[in-house]
């Protein structure tokens, strides 16, 4: 029963995928199949008229499209086979566990699951090998083990790099379904895995033929119109010889509005977008009313360099937001020395601390003007002049901050001057009063101490 709960809580913690390293999505792919092959984690957006078809799952989110509408495969493991042993665990019998597998391959994205190896109790644990004549190059499978003894726990991980060319013209399966069998040196028994590559969209197996979102001269597939002969448009809702085709009102977005934007020529009642010097740069729209370079810049770079220009509107990478995607969301910076965001009085805005009034610094630890300034800083000032205080055991890691100067006797500091707090406070180390200044600086805060105290009976120290 231990075996088979082990089994079962591997199984729910290996099946998931992991993700590749990030790419980037081909934002101008004209079909979905070609979309999710540009990167492992590219979406396609079957919504009818998106701005954006192809991104990753937040940047199609953020464009509009909704989730419902997102294709976005990341391949399945399924158990095949998966019979239970009834011989005693002193058997003398070998027993993989499950016995089957199938595997769906997305591109990039790997597929680990668990399998468990009952042994002979005198059979030493045996090396796993692999049949992989047939399989392509590219699909890769590793064994690694979990846990070693009696019953043995390997981790197999299968991924692919990519999938095959089109100009690939060899007699060879291109994605499957392959088979491979793990099977331990010595044995007989073996694990069979059935492999295949998700190279082409669900949605692309399917065609509605005269769709009504085709106006019933084109077929529908993957949100898009593929139209009859005679038939173009977005929609394939002109007719080619029909004499409306050749009235470039249809190529205006409002009435007296410029043809194509001014950006293009109205060809059979629909635009057709002007090419641009820089092949990056492109126009694109039903009026050729967005382009992929009309966004705001930061850092000298459009969308600051963190996210993609769609439309001239920035379509921002994970953790950066604004309307330029020059605000990062990471926090670390904003963690102060009490673990809290902004000592918890401020909030964390583009990777800096914006206080409450009137709380300053990096972290809003500081309060200059505060009546307080004297009695919250106190405890530093002694661990780092004196070495005493509460906080003297762990002065480094809580008052690292605080920049300190000493003088000798208070005559030494210097003149009052706006800004900056004098403070004459008591010791309960010694119970002499200790004198310093503070002010706020960008770093943390700026004392200059005195070290001589005054103590009872008019002595100093």
């Known amino acids: 029963m231990a075996v088979k709960l082990l089994c079962l809580c591997l199984l729910l913690a290996l099946l998931c995928p992991s993700w590749a390293r990030k790419q980037t999505c081909l934002t101008s792919a004209s079909s979905c199949d070609e979309c999710i092959q540009s990167g492992p984690e590219c979406a396609w957006c079957t919504a009818p008229d998106p701005d954006i078809r192809c991104h990753s799952m937040k940047g199609l989110r953020r464009a509009g499209c909704p989730k419902s509408h997102i294709y976005n495969p990341q391949g399945l493991v399924q158990v095949v086979k998966n019979e239970s042993s009834t ?182 009642g629909f635009c057709e977008c002007e090419a641009r010097a820089n092949p990056q740069q492109r126009y694109s729209g039903r009026f050729c009313e967005c382009s992929n370079f009309d966004c705001p810049y930061a850092n000298a770079k459009i969308c600051g360099g963190h996210g993609m220009c769609e439309c001239g509107r920035c379509l921002c990478e994970d953790d950066w937001t604004d309307e330029d995607c020059s605000c990062s969301m990471e926090t670390a910076s904003c963690m102060a020395t009490n673990q809290q965001l902004c000592s918890g009085r401020g909030m964390c805005l583009c990777g800096k601390c914006k206080c409450e009034p009137p709380f300053t610094g990096p972290t809003c630890e500081s309060c200059p003007y505060c009546q307080n300034t004297c009695q919250q800083h106190m405890e530093c000032v002694e661990c780092r002049v004196f070495g005493t205080g509460r906080k003297k055991d762990r002065c480094d890691q809580q008052c690292g901050s605080l920049s300190v100067t000493v003088v000798e006797t208070r005559d030494d500091m210097p003149q009052p001057e706006e800004n900056i707090s004098f403070c004459k406070m008591i010791s309960r180390h010694d119970s002499c009063y200790f004198y310093y200044t503070f002010s706020h600086t960008p770093s943390g805060g700026q004392s200059i101490v005195a070290r001589a105290k005054d103590c009872p009976h008019g002595l100093s120290k």
């Open 87 to 268: 011989e005693p665990a002193d058997t003398k019998t070998l027993f993989l566990q499950p016995q089957e597998f199938s595997v769906r391959l997305r591109p990039g994205v790997s597929q680990t699951f668990p399998l468990t190896i009952t042994m002979p109790t005198e059979q030493s644990v045996p090396e796993l090998t692999t049949d992989t004549t047939n399989v392509p190059a590219g699909v890769n499978i590793t064994l690694s083990r979990v846990m070693t003894g009696h019953p043995l726990f390997v981790q197999v991980t299968v991924e692919a790099a990519q999938c095959p060319s089109k100009s690939d013209d060899s007699n060879q399966n291109q994605t499957g379904p392959w088979f491979v069998h793990i099977t331990p040196r010595g044995f007989s028994l073996s694990v069979k895995l059935e492999i295949s590559l998700d190279c082409q969209c669900d949605c692309s197996r399917s065609r509605e033929e005269s769709s009504v979102a085709c106006s019933g001269h084109g077929a529908l597939m993957c949100g898009q119109c593929e139209c009859y002969d005679s038939y173009t448009g977005q929609n394939c809702q002109r007719d080619k010889d029909s004499s409306f085709s050749q009235n470039v009102d249809f190529c205006r977005s409002r009435p007296k509005a410029p043809v194509c934007s001014g950006r293009g020529e109205c060809v059979d």
